[in-house]
């Protein structure tokens, strides 16, 4: 009897920072028993760099990413494959050199600032998905994420904000919108828009999927 082929349903999950794409895909994914890969792995290693000069990098730009080693990844576990994603340090901004082993599951959402942004991602998305909220709501959202989760200063947030997020989403982020299947308003309560996220997958994947 031949083998049966695995099959991923692979969703594009993009937007600006703090729209909250990393809550909405470990939530839905987890609802359907998927697995996520997040482009914050695929940040490239600074260990080369002396500390101080590390924070000053642009994170917001396509070239501080190893999107190379994502597409890689991605065709691998759209393929029926297991990956082992790297580990970023955002204190240090280097990358460990333990990994995180990701089963294969039917389900991938890759979620990330730019992940709509690269070719080489979108030929494998089955659905893309754009999450969207004012300039004002994301630096908000991001300066609450920052001072809590990486313990930085709100002097350094905010200049970070305005010389390299802000422009960057404008140049490279935003523009992405047009390559997206759904687009969803991130504004509301997390709740409805993992609801929303959801239904979307499930109207193009129950005919493709049959255990969710």
Known sequence: MQKAVKRTYVVGLGGPSCTGKSSVAEQVANRMKGRVLSMESYYRDLSHMAAEERPKQNFDSP???????????????????????????FSAHTRESRTTHVSWAPVLIVEGILVLHWPELR???????YLDAPDEV???????RDIVERQRSRDFILKQ?????RPMAERYIRPTRSYADVV?????????????????????VEQKIDDF
């Open 123 to 129: 030929k494998h998305f089955d659905l893309s998905v």
């Open 184 to 204: 969803i308003n991130s504004q509301k309560a997390l709740s409805e828009v993992e609801s929303e996220l959801l239904a979307a997958i499930r109207t193009r």
């Open 161 to 165: 904000y305005e010389e390299t997020v």
């Open 63 to 89: 070239d501080a990413v190893d999107h190379a080693l994502l597409a890689t990844q991605l065709a691998e576990f759209a393929a029926g494959n297991d990956v082992d994603v790297p580990i970023y340090d």
């Open 138 to 144: 994301c630096y908000h959202r991001r300066k609450v």
